[in-house]
């Protein structure tokens, strides 16, 4: 068993080493997934696994992108996508120029979900979609746009449910049990590494979606990311969380109007 003061000194090697801060990730969430790493590579203690991470950059990597990993799937939660397709991007369509932010984007599935919507819709022409991770690995794979042909029928099946038209395969190309989806999709993509803990704002956008990343977050980590969201977003734009997330308790909620029972707010105030 992995005590908690072993956990606060991995956390201090990898800020004062590497400049990682995952002092307000939540702390229940940061220690199992460091056991299940610990377990899966076999470390017979957590000091040579401390060890491991201090002196070993490949090393280091595999722990940055195990911690920082998200679960994801093309449009996940179906009917949360059945909102932003009917009642969100209908609203962006005067729009000269439309600016969407990823944050969190993981391996990219929720940022290709968006470049179809924005293709039915009409609106990818004049759109720009920036999806950010801090886990380079995640970002390389998304920034590729290929996945497993044994996900597509599941995918398949919320593109129909969220109001999908179209014959989903007909975005995609199937070779050697992996799918690449048509490239005209990622030609509105710009993929970069952003670390919601430090960095700051870099644009303004009329949408941003942080899907069922600030679960891993404590409350004061996750008050300074509303913030940051809050300095990003455009007047009357919107900011889209994860099914398990709300704005509800944040310190910036009194300018935001929930839109229905998804978890999309509106910036009114």
Known sequence: MIEEAEVDQLVNDLYELYGYDFSNYSRASL??????????????????????VRSDADYLKRFVEEITVTVTEMFRDPLFYKCLRTDILTTLTAKPFIRIWHAGCSTGEEVFSMAILLKEAKLLHKSLIY??????????????????????????????????????????????????????????????????????????????????????????????VFDLFDESLAQLGYLALGSKETLKFSMVKLKYKQLGKEKIWRKIG
């Open 131 to 224: 999806a950010t991770d801090l886990n380079p690995a995640a970002l390389e794979k998304a920034r590729n746009g290929i996945f497993p042909l044994a996900h597509m029928k599941q995918y398949s099946e919320n593109y129909i449910e969220s109001g999908g038209i179209n014959d989903f395969s007909s975005y995609y190309t199937a070779q050697y049990g992996q799918v690449k989806f048509d490239e005209k999709l990622s030609e509105k993509m710009i993929f970069s590494i952003h670390n919601l803990v430090s960095d700051r704002s870099f644009n303004e956008f009329d949408l941003i979606l942080c899907r069922n990343v600030l679960i891993y977050f404590d409350k004061p980590l996750q008050d300074r």
């Open 31 to 52: 220690k199992r997934r460091i056991i299940r790493l610990c377990t899966l590579d076999k470390f017979p203690s957590f000091a040579e696994f401390r060890h491991r």
